[in-house]
């Protein structure tokens, strides 16, 4: 629990040491179980660490998400960035199972169809799941409430890389849980959450390489069935693209390789597009972005604690073991506090209040 706490912050043994002024073979003996921390020791890491002391005395099972996660490119992440994804995503796991015990949901309906079912047609398996969770023909309005209409949690998180989209987790006695970057247009956003609903239902088991592909082949045709886009894509090019994209809800790239994928357009126009794409600087971030798709259910159990409940602030701190999650910046100055200085005078000839950081010791500053 050490570690988990620890790398979520990004922080080095090294660093927590210097924090709590102790020396790192302290930090590394505690963390590999040789020597026992006083309950003064552990309080003084729980604190700068942000999280309640009990998490420190928690048995959950730790589960390796390295392999699951969505990269863009894996090999330019650090390593201290992939381990405190997969770190806080271990602590978010384990903030969902303790928000069930005491608000029950439905049971959720997220198939379990393995790739060798189906005769190995994986784009049977995404219509199989649309069929499943009675999707209309046409276009998905919003992934994310079909996800959670499934009984699905999806959790947005600052993976504090762009090379990461999103992983996912499901284990014994808890729904699917997707865990998306939330600093990704839209249209990418609901392309790597429907990758991951693919690993979801087709692989119980992390691994690579086909089943990559075999995810965004799900992706493409649960997003895009080919009985309803193929005549969309008759005399295809970026204009074409430009307005399915709006319908579609999806890029202009993925239209692309669904146009590819299909045989609509040949691999040399295809290359062309690309081209085209590049020379108006969109291959990362595309013109005409879609609006990023709000989760709900997560904050709803932890409403459901707070409102019906009436859990206080300290309570649902011990259910949540903090009330920080993300990483913490071990150089950043304390937080200011302010204080009323004068007024500043606007274009419109109105006032606003000018502020200005406050000696500690003013009473009467209000923090920022």
């Known amino acids: 629990m050490l570690v988990l706490a620890r790398e979520s ?45 009990g998490l420190f005395g928690q048995g959950d099972p730790i589960h390796a998400i390295g392999a699951s996660l969505l990269y863009r490119q894996k090999a330019r992440v650090p390593i201290k960035v992939q381990r405190r994804v997969e770190a806080e995503i271990n602590i978010r796991k384990m903030q969902v199972g303790r928000l069930l015990r005491a608000a029950a949901l439905d049971d959720h309906i997220f198939p379990s169809i393995p790739t060798d079912t189906l005769d190995g047609n994986v784009e049977a398996i995404a219509r199989e799941v649309r069929r499943m969770w009675k999707v209309p023909d046409g276009p998905i309005a919003d992934c994310t409430k079909l996800v959670e209409a499934a009984g699905g949690i999806v959790i947005h998180m600052n993976f504090d890389s762009r090379l990461i989209d999103g992983a996912h987790l499901w284990v014994p006695g808890l729904p699917p849980m997707f865990f998306m970057s939330r600093d990704v247009p839209g249209e990418r956003y609901r392309f790597s959450l429907t990758h991951e ?40 090019d970026l204009e074409v693209a430009r307005r399915l994209k709006a319908h579609w809800k999806v890029s202009m790239q993925a239209l692309i390789e669904r146009a590819f994928g299909l045989g609509v357009i040949s691999d040399a126009k295809r290359r062309r597009l690309y081209t085209q794409i590049s020379a108006q600087g969109s291959r990362i971030n595309e013109p005409w972005p879609l609006p990023m798709e709000e989760s709900s259910l997560f904050d709803r159990l932890v409403q459901f604690h707070r409102k019906d409940l009436g859990l206080e602030s300290a309570d649902l701190r011990q259910i949540m073991f903090t009330d920080r999650l993300g990483p913490i910046d071990p150089q950043s100055p304390r937080r200011h506090k302010l204080r009323l200085v004068g007024e500043l005078s606007l274009f419109d000839g109105s006032t606003t209040e000018i502020m200005k950081p406050a000696d500690e010791s003013n009473t009467d500053a209000a923090e920022a």
């Open 9 to 53: 912050r990004g922080w080095t043994q090294k660093t927590l040491a210097e924090r709590v002024s102790f020396n790192q073979s302290k930090i590394s003996r505690f963390e590999l179980g040789t020597l026992q921390p006083t309950a003064d020791e552990v309080q003084a890491i729980a604190d700068e660490l942000n999280y309640d002391i």
């Open 197 to 236: 609903i693919g690993h979801a239902v087709m692989h119980r088991a992390s691994g690579i390489g086909e089943i990559e592909q075999e995810a965004h082949t799900f992706a493409s045709e649960f997003l895009m069935p080919k009985a309803q886009i193929r005549s969309d894509l008759r005399n295809f």
